[in-house]
């Protein structure tokens, strides 16, 4: 019995078996409560003992994988870290159009994880191709067509040999046009003539192959603006925004902050080799007040900055950048009170607190949770207040 107990004191995930020869149903029930799984009375045949070691060991098996799946929804979904109502939204979005034939047209900031969103949609497509990224920002204009569309040797000067582009690359599975608002619009033009005949043609070839693609486009910029601009065709956007995914910004991520946080130091640190460090609730407090215009990206760089400097098992907020704390300290400047004037206590107090919470607000999309949070007060307090304001 006290190995029992100094066991479950240790955390020991140890299945354990309890034999006796002095069997009372008291002793049963309190070697069960300290945690055995089973009580084998002497004498016994070895079969009973058999049948009590094979439950043993299918029963820890499936406390393991329990513990595991825990884990892994406490955490995300796939490869996606973060469990707030906004992601889980997400979740539940790409679940729904994955499966589905339909082009998708993914919207959000920079570092939001749109790539991420876009494989995600592949992966649960159980579409049988390969997955195709092309970041139409970043490959020169003028080989950005034989990139997507390839060319047969002899097409242009220096196309040495044939080339298969990422369109036929893609084909049966899905090609992610990431930044499409950067791609020409004489190649989007030629883009969707691709789609609409589900047949492409390589640059300089005289015949055309036909493909099977799923297009999966993002932009950052806001799709209106684009089209207004210019920079998106219309005809295209409507073929390509058949679902539109939206993904959250950081700051819009209610609870996510820490565990993200601390999924990237334990990234960073498993990489440097040391043990993850814990995040202080002041580090913490910063990072949640902090407006993240680099998202995720931000974040993680952050974090990989933090795990290298920190040296005594705290990541502090010394051990992040100034630019965080600036954001921070702006906001009491902001609403310091002017001593002039009439100087009733109530009113001065009523105007400031208004003032605060106004802030509180505004800095996190109205989100009350996370206005409270930034106050330093409960949600509840924060309701109370507003209502008796009336605000
Ligand atoms: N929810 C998340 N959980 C874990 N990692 C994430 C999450 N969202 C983004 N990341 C990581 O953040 C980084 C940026 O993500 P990604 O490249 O997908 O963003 P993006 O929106 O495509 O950015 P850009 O608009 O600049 O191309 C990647 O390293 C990605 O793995």
């Given amino acids: 019995m006290a190995l029992l107990a100094a066991l479950r004191e240790r955390n020991q995930d140890v299945p354990v078996i309890v034999m006796t020869a002095y069997a009372t149903i008291e002793t049963a029930v309190a070697a069960m409560k300290l945690g055995a799984i089973d009580y084998i009375i002497r004498p016994f045949e070895m079969e009973t003992v058999e049948m009590a070691v094979a439950r043993a060991l299918a029963m820890q098996a499936v406390q393991r994988e329990n513990r595991f799946l825990r884990e892994e929804i406490s955490r995300g979904w796939g490869e996606f870290v973060g469990v707030s109502p906004a992601m889980q ?28 969103v876009a494989r995600a949609i592949h992966e649960a497509s159980g579409r049988q191709g390969l997955f195709v990224p092309i970041n139409c920002a970043a490959i020169p204009t003028e080989l950005l067509e034989s990139e997507l569309f390839g060319h047969v040797k002899g097409a242009f000067t220096g196309a040495l040999r044939d080339r298969v582009g990422k369109c036929e690359l893609a084909s049966g599975g899905t090609i992610f046009l990431d930044e499409i608002t950067e791609m020409p619009t004489s190649l989007q033009a030629k883009l ?28 950052n910029r806001d799709p209106q603006e684009a089209l207004e601009a210019g920079l998106l065709r219309r005809d295209l956007y409507f073929r390509l925004n058949v679902v539109r995914v939206d993904v959250p910004r950081l700051r819009d ?27 202080s ?3 913490l407090e910063r990072l949640e007040a902090y407006s993240w215009p680099g998202n995720v990206r931000e974040l993680e760089n952050l974090m990989e900055r933090a795990a290298v400097l920190c040296r005594d098992g705290e990541v502090d907020t010394s051990h992040l950048p100034a630019e965080l704390s600036r954001e ?8 310091a009170p002017s001593l002039d004037g009439p100087l009733a206590l109530k009113d001065r107090v009523e105007t400031l607190e208004r003032q605060l919470i106004e802030a509180a607000l505004a800095r996190s999309d109205n989100n009350k949770a996370a206005a409270a949070r930034l106050l330093g007060v409960s949600e509840r307090t ?7 304001y009336r605000m």
């Fill in 328 to 335: 921070v300290r702006a906001a009491p400047q902001h609403a």
């Fill in 281 to 283: 609730p002041a580090a």
């Fill in 192 to 219: 969707l003539r691709v789609l609409q005949e589900g047949r492409i043609e390589r640059l300089g070839a005289n015949a055309s192959i036909p493909v099977d693609l799923r297009v999966v486009a993002a932009t």
């Fill in 382 to 388: 924060l309701w109370y207040k507003l209502k008796t």
């Fill in 89 to 116: 939204a997400l979740y539940d979005l790409i679940r729904q159009v994955a499966p589905t034939r339909s082009n998708v047209f993914i919207v959000g900031e920079t570092g939001t994880g749109k790539e991420l």
């Fill in 253 to 279: 991520r209610d609870g996510d902050m820490a565990i993200l946080a601390n999924h990237f130091l334990n990234k960073y640190s498993l990489e440097l080799g040391r043990a993850t460090p814990r995040l």
